[in-house]
């Protein structure tokens, strides 16, 4: 099944004119939500360990599939001093620009949101280059997982 | 809508859905995968199109998968671009590519 653009004979429309054409894949999406971390007020020193909390989903799917948003290792917070202790959404945080004024590079709060065969999961860490305290807050990351699977080679023109 | 199809989501009457309301409308482009590729190294291939696509990208750690690339706010690097014949990977770290029929320049 094709269905062309506005404008465009669906019977000799290149390919990019297309509104839908049954010869491609398309996004299929399984599952819309949220995962929220409810973190702690943390106070450590000069080089300690980082904490990690993890928010996890089962999806059920047996394999690796599509998601988004794209997070990997956002800003999710700072230290207190510095005016830290917001709650955070991990979407809205992606496109942030990165503030060097918003504290020592090695303190701070990432979130990471990735996927196995079994799960997504929203991972925070905490990190204490220089001492310092995090404040109490939430981190929320909306998802979207598809049936796509990741690592599926093919080329369907 | 002149003529076309749209389908609603359950529960909702399809003559007065909102976009939002609809599981396709055919107002709407849709983004139109045609190809698939993993890649373990910085190397470059040809995508078969004569323009640049839409594409996005998974990278691999460990056993986990991530959209897009590491690194925080604007100091995020690219590890993968198009041109009009061409994919380009810029590192050896395992990536899914997904392109698009749809020009990332339209």
Known sequence: MKISKSGFDVETAANKDLILSTQFDMFKIAKTGSLVLNLPEETKGDGAASSTYTQTYSHGLGYVPLLIPDASSVLTDVITALGGGEDAIVNDAAND???MASGPPGTNELATLYATTTQIV?????????AGTFGAHSVTCYYTIFYNKIGETFNLL | MAYGIKVSKPDVNVEDAT???TVFNSENNTFKIFR???T???TNYTHGLDYPPAFMYFVKSGTTWTAGAPGYGGEKEALVSVDATKVYTHTATEMYIILFINPLNE
Not at chain 1, 122 to 130: A, F, I, M, P, S
């Open chain 2, 40 to 42: 373990t190294s910085a």
């Open chain 2, 19 to 21: 976009n939002v309301q």
């Open chain 1, 122 to 130: 929203l991972k925070v860490v905490r990190n204490w280059d220089y």
């Open chain 1, 97 to 99: 620009a990165f503030i």
């Open chain 2, 36 to 38: 698939g590729d993993t």
